[in-house]
C-alpha cells in the first residue's frame, strides 16, 4: 500500500511539505512512502542531474536522513526513485564521459525527453553504476527502489563495440545490474517502471516485486490499462493508484470512489497531494485503504475472471478465492448505458452446491438514475442467499447506474 509523491510535488522537494504529506498518508493508513524524481544534484527539472546519483546538498543539507527517519517513524517503509540507464547532457557524469551513451555513429543521438542512454554493455559504465547505486542503498535506509527509464533506445549502438547494434545485450546488462543490487540488498523490493508500463514482461517480472501499469493514472483510461496488461501480469504486480479529483493527464474529474475502486484490485496505491483533500475525502480514503486490505489476500491469491455483459457501457470482473468460498465482483459502469434494462452478472467459477451471501461491498451511490429502480440496501439478491450454480446460470442482476460509478458486490459462504 504505497504512496508516490510524484504528483503531488513534482520536483519541489521541500522537508517540511513532505513531512506533512508523510503524516497524512500515515493517517489514511499507507504502508509505504515514496521519494520521486528530484531528490539528487542539479534535479531542478528534467533538464539536468541524471548520472550525478548523488543526495543534492543545496535541498537536503542533511541528506535524505531527515525524511527517511520521519516516514520510519511513522510507520512506514521508505521508497526512492532512480532512472539509472538515463543522463543529461547536463550532467556531470556526462562532461566526464561523452563517450558512455549508446550511438549508432560517431556523433551525440537525438535528445528525448532531455535525456540520453547510458551504454550498460560498456563494463566501465555497468561498474560505475553498480558503485553508485549500492553506496546510496548502503547509506541509506531505504526498503524500496522505483526504477524507471523514461525514452527509447533510438540509435542503439555501443561506441564501446564499434557501433555494434546493443538493443539485446543493453537489456542483458540491465538484468545484470539490476541482479548485483538485489544480491547485494535483498530485503529492497524493486519496482520495474519504464515511461510507465514501457518495461513489463515476464523476464523482468523475476526480478520485481511490482510494476508501474502506466503513468496514465486517470481512473476511466486505467480500466482498460488494468484490464488487458493484466492479461499477461497478475493484478498483485500492477501498480494502480488513486489519483487526483481532477487527472493531471486527461483534466477529467472523477469521484473518490470511483477512482479508489478502479485501483483497489492491482497494487493499491495513492498519487495524490493530501495536503489538497478535506478531511471528508481523507475519512473516505482511509475507508478505501482499510477496504484494500482486508481484501487483499482473496485479491491478491485468488482467480482473476471477466464477467461478459449485454451493454457495452458496463465491464464487470472479479476474484474468485481459491477455495471458491468467497469473491469480489466489480460491476463497472463505464458510460451512459442506451436503454435501462439493467445487466446480469454470471458469476463463473463458484462452487455450484454452495450457498453465497450476496451483499454491497463499497459505498452505494444514492442519486437517482433517470428510469433505473435504486439499489437495494440488502444487497443485489434482497438478503437471500442463492447458489454458485444460481449465480453461474443466472446471475446477479443490477440497474443502470450514473457513468463513472462502480459497484462492488461481496460473494460470502
Same mark, same amino acid.
Given at each position: ?25 500515515a ?6 512512502? #515514496?521519494?520521486?524524481d ?24 542533511d541528506?535524505?536522513?531527515p525524511?527517511?527517519?520521519? #516516514? ?62 549500492d ?6 535506509? #531505504? ?7 523514461n ?37 529492497v ?21 511490482r #510494476? ?46 470511483? /477512482? ?9 496505491? =495513492? ?8 478531511p ?25 475472471? /471477466?464477467i461478459?455483459?449485454?451493454?457495452? &457501457? ?22 451512459e ?22 451483499a454491497?461491498?463499497?459505498? =452505494?451511490?444514492?442519486? /437517482?438514475?433517470?428510469?433505473?429502480v ?17 449465480? &453461474? ?7 443502470? /447506474? ?12
Amino acid at each position: 500500500m504505497t504512496l508516490n509523491v510524484w504528483e503531488a510535488v513534482y520536483f519541489d522537494h521541500d522537508l517540511d511539505r513532505l513531512r506533512g504529506l508523510a503524516d497524512l498518508a500515515a493517517q489514511v493508513g499507507v504502508e509505504r512512502f #515514496v521519494l520521486d524524481d528530484g531528490w539528487f544534484r542539479g534535479r531542478r527539472d528534467d533538464h539536468a542531474g541524471l548520472g550525478d546519483w548523488y543526495v543534492d546538498e543545496a535541498v537536503w543539507p542533511d541528506g535524505l536522513a531527515p525524511i527517511i527517519d520521519h #516516514v520510519h517513524e511513522a510507520g512506514m517503509q521508505f521508497g526512492l526513485w532512480f532512472e539509472p540507464e538515463m543522463v543529461n547532457p547536463d550532467s556531470d557524469l556526462y562532461r566526464a564521459h561523452p563517450d558512455w551513451v549508446l550511438s549508432a555513429r560517431d556523433q551525440v543521438p537525438l535528445l528525448q525527453r532531455n535525456q540520453l542512454v547510458l551504454d550498460l554493455t560498456n563494463p566501465e559504465v555497468g561498474d560505475y553504476l553498480l558503485a553508485r547505486l549500492d553506496e546510496l542503498l548502503s547509506l541509506n535506509a #531505504v526498503d524500496y527502489v522505483k526504477w524507471d527509464h523514461n525514452r527509447d533506445l533510438l540509435e542503439a549502438g555501443s561506441p564501446k563495440h564499434e557501433f555494434a547494434p546493443a538493443a539485446h545485450r543493453q537489456n542483458a546488462a540491465f538484468h545484470r545490474l539490476l541482479g548485483a543490487l538485489r544480491a547485494r540488498h535483498p530485503r529492497v523490493d524493486f519496482e520495474s517502471c519504464a515511461s510507465g508500463g514501457g518495461r513489463i514482461d515476464l523476464s523482468v517480472i523475476e526480478q520485481v516485486q511490482r #510494476v508501474w501499469t502506466s503513468d496514465m493514472t486517470d481512473a476511466l483510461s486505467r480500466q482498460q490499462i488494468q484490464r488487458w496488461t493484466a492479461q499477461l501480469i497478475a493484478p498483485e504486480y500492477l501498480g494502480a493508484h488513486v489519483s487526483s479529483p481532477t487527472s493531471h493527464q486527461t483534466g477529467r474529474t472523477l469521484s473518490l470512489d470511483f /477512482r479508489a475502486a478502479t485501483a483497489l484490485f492491482g497494487a493499491f496505491g =495513492i498519487e495524490w497531494d493530501l495536503t489538497d483533500a478535506s478531511p471528508q475525502d481523507l475519512d473516505r480514503l482511509a475507508g478505501w485503504v482499510d477496504r484494500h486490505k482486508r481484501w487483499r489476500p482473496l485479491l491478491h491469491s485468488g482467480r482473476v475472471v /471477466r464477467i461478459e455483459t449485454n451493454d457495452p &457501457a458496463v465491464w464487470a470482473h472479479g476474484v474468485i478465492a481459491a477455495d471458491r468460498r468467497r469473491a469480489l465482483v466489480a460491476h463497472v459502469q463505464l458510460d451512459e448505458s442506451a436503454h435501462n434494462r439493467g445487466v446480469r452478472l454470471r458469476v463463473p467459477g463458484l462452487d455450484e452446491a454452495t450457498a453465497y451471501r450476496c451483499a454491497w461491498a463499497s459505498p =452505494i451511490d444514492e442519486a /437517482r438514475v433517470s428510469g433505473a429502480v435504486p439499489l437495494d440496501p440488502a444487497g443485489p439478491t434482497g438478503g437471500v442467499a442463492v447458489s454458485g450454480a444460481a449465480l &453461474a446460470d443466472l446471475g446477479l442482476w443490477l440497474p443502470r /447506474r450514473r457513468p463513472e460509478h462502480i459497484q462492488l458486490i461481496a460473494l460470502e459462504t
